[in-house]
């Protein structure tokens, strides 16, 4: 039998998040970065970028999945395990490569990308294991990290994404809503946390019939597993005082939302209360300064040094946003559009960032836990428009 390196397999009809333009305008912004840094083929590897300009989340189960950008084609390439379906959810084209031997990927890739040209690549994703086939295979006259240039692509969002984005925003809150619904004294994390979650899946294919519904997720802290922000769920049963980390993370064709806010069961004590009201004086501080043309570092070093003049700095753990857009705890990363002191981005109108103050108190403290509130905004012409409605603070937020 005659097994092929690679082939075609188109069926179905195709459906993706946006409209054709909106891919064709992403394409076309990155040939014009490619034009400037002198690149003839894009060989992408990363979900996040694979998504953005194609619309085709992959699942790589330990397989390579690429897209190859050149001045007239864009291909994804995807593996025969998946059939069909990287076609139906791609712009562009597509082509599937077998696992009859090794290195039929890139012999895919190089049939798109072509031998001896400028080839971008990403950075920050493509690994030394790929990289030396990608030499071998394409023998580049030169490579140059072209990742930079797609972040900053993506910083700036399309009035398409801001309406998908705020899709999101909705949808968390849905869930946020059904947690504090589900939040009571011997309920455990888990169980609150499913709560959210189902709400939310249900809730996002009720508003996308036609959508693939996958990764969306809550994190639900309760006591001490609220000192980081990122702590697993786990099933610790509720007590009545604890504080408590509501966290919704609606997942939408590969964009990320998020609600953030934190609770109290039954009651609240004065110190941590004290702690609680500084936290949310300090988000709405921050996001009264998220206006176009502040950068990252001058809006953190406002947000310090008003942590700083109620001697609560040391408990900060982390920045205090971060951009919006294709991104998840699995894929992705928008570094350049950060609330940190390192990163001197200039605010600017299409952007959408989150403020997203917290302070850990340790254990053995006053007020031990962690405090955390969290909207999203939409940075406009003369400000932002925070398009988060679930409330924060005290006065909605001390539940049973």
């Known amino acids: 039998m005659n097994r092929p390196d690679f082939y075609r397999f188109h069926q179905g009809d195709r459906i993706l998040p946006f409209e054709p333009a909106e891919y064709d305008a992403r394409l076309s912004g990155l040939r ?44 994804t390439i995807s593996a025969g395990i998946d059939a069909a379906q990287p076609w139906r959810r791609c712009h562009g084209d597509n082509i599937t490569y077998t696992d009859w031997q090794r290195d039929n990927f890139w012999r895919a890739i ?18 030394l294991a790929q990289k030396g086939p990608l030499d071998f295979f394409l023998k580049p006259s030169a490579t140059v990290d072209i990742a930079p240039a797609t972040m900053r692509q993506r910083m700036s969002k399309s009035q398409a994404e801001i309406a998908l984005i705020r899709h999101g925003a909705q949808v968390a809150d849905i869930g946020g809503y059904a947690m504090r619904d589900a939040i009571r004294e011997g309920a455990r994390e888990i169980d609150v946390a499913m709560a959210g979650r189902d709400a939310m899946e249900l809730e996002i294919a009720r508003r996308f019939p036609e959508g693939e519904y996958r990764d969306t997720w809550v994190w639900f802290q309760s006591g001490i597993n609220t000192d980081g922000a990122h702590n697993p ?23 990320y939302t998020a609600l953030e806010r934190t609770l109290f069961l039954g009651e609240v004590d004065d110190a941590s209360l004290k702690i609680w009201e500084a936290n949310v004086a300090a988000h709405e501080y921050g996001m009264s300064l998220l206006r176009p ?25 982390f920045g205090y946003g971060h951009s919006f857009g294709i991104l998840s705890h699995h894929y992705g ?20 960032i989150s403020m997203e103050p917290m302070l850990t108190i340790p254990e053995g403290r006053p007020g031990a836990g962690g405090y955390r509130e969290h909207d999203i905004l939409v940075i406009t012409e003369n400000g932002n428009e925070d398009i988060t409605g679930y409330p924060y603070g005290p006065g909605f937020n001390v539940v049973g």
């Open 32 to 75: 014009r970065s490619m034009v400037a840094e002198g690149v003839g083929a894009c060989v992408f590897t990363s979900m996040q970028n694979i998504a953005y300009y194609s619309g085709f989340l992959y699942c790589s189960f330990g397989r390579p999945f690429g897209l190859v950008v050149t001045a007239t084609d864009s291909v």
């Open 110 to 127: 190089l049939s798109v990308a072509g031998a001896g040209r400028v080839v971008g690549y990403e950075g920050d994703h493509l690994t």
């Open 233 to 255: 769920v786990t099933g610790r049963i509720l007590q009545r005082g604890d504080v408590l980390s509501l966290n919704a993370f609606p997942m939408i064709s590969g964009y």
């Open 293 to 317: 043309g502040r950068s990252c570092a001058e809006v953190t070093e406002a947000i310090n040094a008003f942590f700083a003049d109620r001697d609560l700095l040391q408990y900060r753990t």
């Open 333 to 352: 990363r928008e570094a350049g559009l950060e609330l940190r002191e390192d990163i001197d981005t200039v605010l600017e109108p299409g952007m959408v």
